[in-house]
T-cell receptor
Framework: DAGVTQSPTHLIKTRGQQVTLRCSPK?????VSWYQQALGQGPQFIFQ???????QRGNFPDRFSGHQFPNYSSELNVNALLLGDSALYLC?????????????FGQGTRLTVV | RKEVEQDPGPFNVPEGATVAFNCTYS??????FFWYRQDCRKEPKLLMSVYSSGNEDGRFTAQLNRASQYISLLIRDSKLSDSATYLC?????????????FGTGTRLKVLA
């Protein structure tokens, strides 16, 4: 049973560029959430996708956008990258209406903006 | 005030010690509570869910006090392999019900 997978694992981008991160949820899960984790901090919620729609959004600018595909996989896009966007980006999957709301995390994509 | 607050530590304890972590949350309507463990530069992994009745998993015991909006994690007989950051997680918050809200994490180092 494949867990949550993310790609790429590491990425280096230049300020002003755009980046796309990808996530495949755990088998049987239908909901994908994205988090940003800066060094020494807890993960911060970016947004959640369910049924191909953004269900809820955290306090992040519109430069952060996403998408969910019919197979439940998801993408996170960040435009006009800033140095402060350097962080570990985590994808978590869960099942709406399941016995538990526990979320399972992928290994993350470490983004460095230079 | 942060929605979820934890003592960042670090907690340095000898092997075999008992250590307790505490966490407070601000939204009384929060629905679900968890402890996650995160090793350096790795993803968070679910350690245990937290219930009002308390729950135990081997050397780990979690407690929830809804009246005080307080969550705890007790680790007995600490092992070197317990060294990690422990994240308190509350589902739901002041502005929604679907997201996980993380504390900043408490660092634990178990010393030989």
């Amino acid at each position: 049973d494949a867990g949550v997978t993310q790609s790429p694992t590491h990425l280096i981008k230049t300020r002003g560029q755009q980046v796309t991160l990808r996530c495949s949820p755990k088998s049987g899960h239908d909901t994908v959430s994205w988090y940003q984790q800066a060094l020494g901090q807890g993960p911060q919620f970016i947004f959640q996708y369910y049924e191909e729609e953004e269900r809820q959004r955290g306090n992040f600018p519109d430069r952060f956008s996403g998408h969910q595909f019919p197979n439940y996989s998801s993408e996170l896009n960040v435009n006009a990258l800033l140095l402060g966007d350097s962080a570990l980006y985590l994808c978590a999957s869960s099942l709406i209406g399941g016995a538990s709301t526990e979320a399972f995390f992928g290994q993350g994509t470490r983004l460095t903006v230079v | 005030r942060k929605e979820v607050e934890q003592d960042p530590g670090p907690f340095n304890v000898p092997e075999g010690a008992t250590v307790a972590f505490n966490c407070t949350y601000s939204n009384s309507a929060s629905q679900s509570f968890f402890w996650y463990r995160q090793d350096c530069r790795k993803e968070p992994k679910l350690l245990m869910s937290v219930y009002s009745s308390g729950n135990e998993d081997g050397r780990f015991t979690a407690q929830l006090n809804r009246a005080s909006q307080y969550i705890s994690l007790l680790i007995r007989d600490s092992k070197l392999s317990d060294s990690a950051t422990y994240l308190c997680v509350v589902e739901g918050g002041t502005s929604g019900t679907y997201k996980y809200i993380f504390g900043t994490g408490t660092r634990l180092k178990v010393l030989a």
